[in-house]
């Protein structure tokens, strides 16, 4: 029983960690800087009023669009970083319930288990009987399980609004998981969560009357093509439509980047509608670690079909393991581990290139991300005859060649994998290959 117990103050210990001030102070910082920004915008426009008296016509008028363009950018700062402080604010009401509600449970159950102690010590010393101390025992542990209970459903929702508003966050301020000190989210958790926001996706879509067919045909190309319901997807579930290519990419704070990576993914793709080719054949990965820091590295590809048959695509993961962690599980690639892939994917009979993603989904304009992804709607392609080509830039040349190694050991081990890796240039360090299982 003791580890019910333990559970409890490891649950309200964990809650402790977030910090409700710090939230408030960044909510604050946001509304000061939204200040500034609007200051700036003042400035802008009283330099473009006295510009236009003087310039006309030519670079002048060019001038002034700029400046015009450069106005409306600060509206658009200025509702994101208000949006953001509101979001810092549910996140800190949020987290300060949970925290008195963690600190209370913590109490109950420090009292649930002296009580505990104190029926079998008075057992011990000859008072009551074996019965009733056996029924006392019993009574408490059922109210500690209760407690346990109802501090799982608190950490839970507060961690439901976290990942809601971390989602919004992500596109705007930067990461807020550290925040707070939740629990790992699990894929029941994860679904749940995405499954909350299909009302509020199916009545945005509701409002777009010319939208119903594609819905009910489920032409998704032409559903992604609405910028409300593309960015209410995009801000929820990651997925994002890139027009110049005809394919689907995924941003960095898709769904997947909190899940990392397992194995035991690789045995869900019938139950997603997947049938994939991929680099873990025979339990044989290709991995690699740092000898500085021990850190493991993970690079998976995929290439296949998608969607029940319905589409087609490929995708290239990096993740990360801490020294000394043998649990299976790894991170998707955080900051300085990030990797810029340019993959393309093409028909290896033909030759025939279907489209590349030379970064897209990654934040920022450095195109680095864990994550390459690119899915095209369109079941007459055969996924069977698909070729993957990509190049990687990594950090360093170290970490290259650290690569280059392991891809190189792989392919030498499953020659049917038709998997050919050569160095790149140093400056900036790459790799490329081509894959064609």
Same mark, same amino acid.
């Given at each position: 029983m003791t580890a019910v117990f333990d559970r409890i103050y490891e649950l309200a210990d964990q809650l402790d960690k977030g910090s409700p001030t710090d939230l408030d @102070?960044?909510?604050r910082?946001?509304? !000061?800087?939204?200040?500034?920004?609007?200051?700036?915008?003042?400035?802008l426009e009283s330099v473009r009023v006295e510009l236009s008296e003087g310039w006309h016509g030519g670079a002048g008028e060019r001038a002034l669009s700029s400046l015009e363009d450069f106005k409306k950018n600060r509206d658009e700062q200025a509702e994101d970083l208000? !949006?953001?402080?509101?979001?810092?604010?549910? *996140?800190?009401?949020?987290?300060?319930? =949970?925290?008195?509600? /963690?600190?209370?449970?913590?109490?109950?159950?420090?009292?649930?288990?002296?009580?505990?102690?104190g029926v079998w010590n008075d057992h011990g010393h000859g008072m009551g009987n074996i019965v009733l101390a056996w029924a006392e025992d019993k009574l408490v542990k059922a109210k500690a399980l209760i407690l346990l209970a109802d501090l799982q459903r608190v950490v839970t929702t507060y961690d439901a609004v976290l990942l809601a508003e971390g989602l919004k966050l992500r596109t705007k301020t930067g990461a807020v998981w550290e925040l707070a000190g939740s629990e790992k989210r699990n894929l029941a958790e994860i679904g749940a969560i995405i499954l909350k926001e299909i009302p509020g996706l199916a009545a945005l879509i509701a409002k777009h009357p010319e939208l119903d067919w594609a819905?009910?045909?489920?032409?998704?190309?032409? #559903?992604?093509?609405n910028p409300e319901v593309a960015q209410k997807i995009y801000d929820y579930f990651g997925f994002k439509y890139v027009e110049d290519g005809g394919y689907y990419t995924t941003g !960095?704070?898709?769904?997947?980047? %909190?899940? &990392?990576?397992?194995?035991?993914?690789?045995?869900?793709?019938?139950?997603? /509608?997947?049938?994939?080719?991929?680099?873990?054949d025979g339990g044989d990965n290709m991995e690699f670690t740092d000898p500085q820091t021990g850190k493991q590295y993970r690079l998976e590809l995929w290439k296949g079909s998608y969607g029940f048959?319905? =589409?087609?695509?490929?995708? *290239? &993961?990096? %993740?990360?393991?801490?020294?000394?962690?043998?649990? /299976? %599980?790894?991170?998707?690639?955080?900051?300085? @581990?990030?990797?810029?892939?340019?993959?393309? #994917?093409?028909?290896?009979?033909?030759?025939?290139? %279907?489209?590349?993603?030379? &970064?897209?989904?990654?934040?920022?304009?450095?195109?680095?991300?864990?994550?390459?992804?690119? #899915?095209?709607? $369109?079941?007459?392609? $055969?996924?069977?005859n698909l070729g993957q080509r990509a190049t990687i830039e990594v950090r360093d040349v170290g970490m290259r060649d650290r690569m280059y190694d392991e891809m190189t050991r792989y392919a030498a081990a499953h020659p049917g994998q038709n998997l050919t890796?050569?160095?790149?240039?140093? $400056?900036?360090?790459t790799l490329s290959y081509d894959w064609k299982k």
């Open positions: @102070d960044r909510a910082a946001c509304r !000061e800087t939204k200040e500034a920004v609007k200051d700036a915008k003042s400035l208000e !949006e953001s402080a509101r979001s810092f604010e549910v *996140v800190r009401d949020a987290l300060s319930h =949970a925290q008195q509600e /963690g600190r209370s449970k913590r109490e109950e159950a420090k009292a649930l288990q002296t009580k505990l102690d819905l009910l045909h489920g032409d998704w190309d032409k #559903i992604m093509q !960095e704070h898709s769904v997947q980047s %909190y899940l &990392g990576w397992h194995d035991l993914y690789d045995k869900l793709e019938p139950v997603i /509608g997947a049938k994939l080719d991929h680099t873990s048959g319905q =589409a087609y695509g490929g995708e *290239v &993961g990096f %993740y990360t393991s801490e020294a000394g962690d043998d649990s /299976g %599980y790894f991170s998707a690639a955080q900051g300085d @581990d990030q990797i810029k892939v340019t993959q393309t #994917i093409y028909d290896k009979g033909t030759g025939e290139v %279907y489209f590349t993603n030379d &970064g897209q989904g990654a934040d920022g304009t450095d195109k680095k991300h864990f994550w390459n992804l690119a #899915i095209r709607n $369109d079941p007459s392609v $055969d996924s069977g890796v050569t160095k790149g240039s140093d $400056d900036p360090p």
